[in-house]
Structure formats: structure tokens, C-alpha cells
């Protein structure tokens, strides 16, 4: 996979007593509560899944209350505008950081689209899988069965939301959306039916941190990167704000509706990240 690596990386401090002591306070709480609510998660599941198969009804309601207390816990605040869709579709947004999952699941039920290898990562993987994320291959020869995939969990209901930048940035730009995922929209069963709502995530720095505080990329590792996010004695903000979805009918290609899509995400970025 690509990565961005355009800008140098910040250059991270070492951590006070105070910064450990945040550390483990709000790390030991994020900990207890992400993975407890992960256990209730699969025992809902496995209830869940002989009644209605692939549809969720309860489950995503345990991922959102995850999502919306870690920036509680974080002290982070959490501001998101905009409308959400309610027809059938897809999600599409700029990437920064891997808060997005955090912020993207705060205010709508969504169910990403990932790389396969994210599969095979401690932790990270396992409540991937858990959360009903679609694992996809980036190999051309896997297209048509990536199709079928797209098409029979929006075809349950599912919003499904991937990055079409294709990697993740510092968070001070978008980047151009890649159209290779939107060609699963153009199917008989789904062209007419579903829309793309793009959103713009924006995230603003603790005060009299770098900018780009909050941005995930290149070869920067989790671990480091979560540490001085939870260690910040000052949290900064992310906005999220949801842009009118277009219909995949109103446009000739997965070209265009990626161009579409991209501007309308860049827009909303500029607008709120000044």
C-alpha cells in the first residue's frame, strides 16, 4: 500500500511524569471500555446473527457508545454538522489519523472498508473483524468478487465507508480520491438505487502544538503516536461534517463521482479548517 510521506514528521518530546500518569489513566479507562464493550459486542452477535444474518440492529449501537465516549475520555471535543443520509449508499471521507474510526463511528453506524492485512493486526484486527468490516485485497484480479461483496452488504442496509485517498495524511490537505472502489456502484442492482455522502474531517491541534498533532502517516508508528495522543495535557478538537449525498445514477463514470466526491470532501475541509 502506499504511503503519504510529502512532509517531515513532527518531532515528538519526551513524556513528563504528568504526561505518564494521563497515559495510563485515560488509556487503562479507553482499554477497559473499548475491549469490555467488544466482549458484550460478540455475545450480542452471536444472538444477533441466526435472527438476521448479516443486518445489525443492535450491535452498531455498542460501537457508536465506544466511539463518542473515547473523546470523553480523551478530552477531546467531538463537533459534527451536516445531515446525515438516510437513503442507501455509501460514505466516503478524507483520512488523517486513526481517531477517524473513532470520530466517523461517533455520529453514524458505518461499516469501514479496509486493506486485508489490517485483518491480521494485534487488536486492531480483531475488533475490526468484530465491528463488521469489509476486508478487500487490492489486486485487480479480485474486482469482480469485491463487487459482489459491496454489492450484497449495501444491499443489507450497510453503510459502508472507505478513504479514497488510498493512504493517510497529516491532516492539512486532501488528497486525490483514487476511483478504482467507486466502480462496485455502477452495478444494474445498484447504480439506481444508492448515493455517496462525502465528509470532511478536520482536525484542530492542542494550543501550541504543530498542526499536524493529530496526523497518522507515513512510517509513523501506533504505539508512539496513541502515547502522546493520550498524554496531551490539552486536547485540541475534530470536526466532522457531513456534505448532501449525490446519487450514483447522476454521474456517467466511477471517474467522475470520485471527482465529485473529492471536491465536495476538499471544500468542507477548507471551510472548516481555515
Not at 477531546?76 to 483520512?95: D, E, I
Not at 489519523?97 to 493486526?121: G, H, M, P, Q, T
Not at 447504480?191 to 502517516?217: H, N
Not at 509513523?220 to 449525498?245: D, N, S, T, W
Amino acid at each position: 500500500m502506499t504511503t503519504w510521506q510529502r512532509s517531515q514528521e513532527p518531532l515528538a518530546r519526551p513524556l513528563s511524569q504528568g504526561d505518564w500518569a494521563r497515559v495510563v489513566l485515560r488509556g487503562g479507562v479507553l482499554g477497559v471500555l473499548t475491549f469490555g464493550c467488544l466482549g458484550l459486542l460478540l455475545v450480542v452477535r452471536l444472538i444477533e446473527r441466526p435472527l438476521f444474518g448479516q443486518n445489525r440492529p443492535v450491535t452498531p449501537y455498542i460501537t457508536q457508545f465506544v466511539c463518542r465516549s473515547a473523546f470523553v475520555i480523551l478530552g477531546m471535543k467531538f463537533r459534527s454538522t451536516g445531515a446525515l443520509m438516510q437513503t442507501p449508499g455509501a460514505v466516503v471521507a478524507n483520512h488523517s489519523s486513526w481517531l477517524d474510526i473513532f470520530a466517523l463511528n461517533a455520529r453514524k453506524r458505518i461499516y469501514f472498508v479496509s486493506k486485508a492485512e489490517v485483518a491480521r493486526w494485534p487488536g486492531i484486527g480483531w475488533l475490526a473483524r468484530a465491528t463488521g468490516t469489509v476486508f478487500i485485497n487490492r489486486d485487480p484480479r479480485e474486482a469482480r468478487a469485491q463487487k459482489d461483496i459491496f454489492e450484497s452488504r449495501l444491499q443489507a442496509g450497510h453503510k459502508l465507508l472507505f478513504f479514497p485517498e488510498g493512504t493517510s495524511t497529516d491532516g492539512q490537505q486532501v488528497l486525490p480520491f483514487k476511483s478504482t472502489l467507486f466502480a462496485a456502484f455502477f452495478t444494474d442492482a445498484l447504480r439506481d438505487r444508492i448515493s455517496v455522502q462525502p465528509v470532511s474531517v478536520i482536525y484542530t491541534a492542542p494550543k501550541d502544538a504543530d498542526p499536524r498533532f493529530y496526523g497518522w502517516w507515513g512510517d509513523m508508528g501506533f504505539g508512539p503516536h496513541l502515547l502522546h495522543v493520550l498524554a496531551a495535557k490539552r486536547q485540541g478538537c475534530v470536526e466532522i461534517r457531513y456534505q448532501p449525498p449525490l446519487k450514483v445514477r447522476d454521474y456517467k463514470d466511477r471517474k467522475a463521482l470520485a471527482l465529485a466526491c473529492e471536491i465536495a470532501v476538499r471544500t468542507g475541509h477548507v471551510r472548516l479548517g481555515g
